[in-house]
């Protein structure tokens, strides 16, 4: 699989999440979150004072944003970007990814690189500490039986997959996939349970499965794999954003990081 250039002319591309036929992702250090056509037309959602990392959009079409440094979560409802949330109190770092269930509960990461925490974030703007001592927290996906969030523990350079109970808790942990190549940054969930996972510092994008197997690579060269997303008209088209550099701040004030895009047999699945 080779991947064809998209979009560029951004700081520091992270969350990608495929909406109502537009490719959206945080600009982390250039304070925006971009929208990208499939042709590769970029808009600009300007975020001044602001570090914008995980995104989600609730069953309202609303998006929020989650604020990474400042530690806040944001909405944007089509017209103006409120701060909902100060999640400061809860978390021990910067924040990080996200995904938001049907109920329009909101999973959030802070990334300590040990004893970092999911929090939920609910409908009534509540907020609850749901799972803790992750190395690490980032890329999140749910499954389509809505059962099952798998979050990546990047500096654990492992996958770890959660039960989901009725109440929106997480429990039963356990290892989906461990000893990775890298450590994983954004994940993406198919049809078949694969799980294409951004490996940072290995410089490609891989297809886990359950246990560890890496079925699938695109080789990025010398670019730094930093999220994944599948989305286009029938989820077929897996959206990768890379980068020169895996550390953000030495990026502030470039404009290397970059959008590609290729297509895959198997279908995405579960959410975002």
């Known amino acids: 699989m080779i991947p064809e250039v998209l979009?560029?002319?951004?700081?520091?591309?992270?969350?990608?999440?495929?909406?109502?036929?537009?490719?959206?992702?945080?600009?982390?250090?250039?304070?925006?979150?971009?929208t990208s056509t499939l042709g590769g037309a970029l808009t600009t959602l300007p975020l001044p004072g602001h570090s914008p990392s995980g995104l989600g959009f609730r069953p309202d079409g609303s998006l929020l944003i989650a604020s990474s440094e400042d530690r806040r979560v944001l909405c944007y409802d089509g017209e103006a970007v409120v701060e909902i949330a100060d999640l400061t109190d809860l978390v021990p770092a910067n924040?990080?990814?996200?995904?938001i269930d049907d109920s329009g509960r909101a999973y959030?990461?802070?990334?300590?690189r040990c004893g970092g925490v999911i929090v939920r974030l609910d409908p009534d703007e509540s907020a609850t500490v749901v799972a803790t001592d992750l190395d690490f927290p980032n890329g999140m996906v749910i499954t389509p039986d809505r059962k099952t969030l798998i979050v990546a523990e990047s500096t654990g350079r492992r996958l770890t997959a959660f039960t989901i109970d009725d109440a929106g808790a997480l429990h039963d942990r356990q290892v989906f996939a461990d000893g990775l190549d890298g450590p994983p940054d954004g994940i993406a969930l198919d049809a078949e349970g694969g799980v294409w996972t951004s490996m940072?510092?290995?410089?490609?994008?891989?297809?886990?499965?359950?246990?560890g197997a890496v079925t699938d690579r695109i080789d990025m060269g010398e670019r730094v794999a930093i999220a994944c997303a599948l989305g286009g008209p029938?989820?077929?088209?897996?959206?990768?954003?890379?980068?020169?550099?895996?550390?953000?701040?030495?990026?502030?004030?470039?404009?290397l990081s970059r959008l590609d895009a290729v297509q895959v047999a198997t279908p995405g699945a579960g959410l975002p």
């Open 234 to 255: 029938e989820r077929r088209i897996l959206f990768l954003l890379s980068s020169t550099d895996a550390y953000p701040q030495r990026l502030v004030g470039t404009k």
């Open 108 to 112: 959030i990461g802070s990334q300590a």
């Open 95 to 99: 924040l990080g990814d996200m995904v």
């Open 200 to 211: 940072t510092l290995a410089h490609q994008f891989e297809r886990i499965v359950a246990g």
């Open 7 to 34: 979009a560029n002319g951004f700081c520091f591309g992270e969350g990608p999440r495929w909406f109502e036929g537009l490719l959206w992702f945080s600009d982390m250090l250039g304070e925006a979150v971009h």
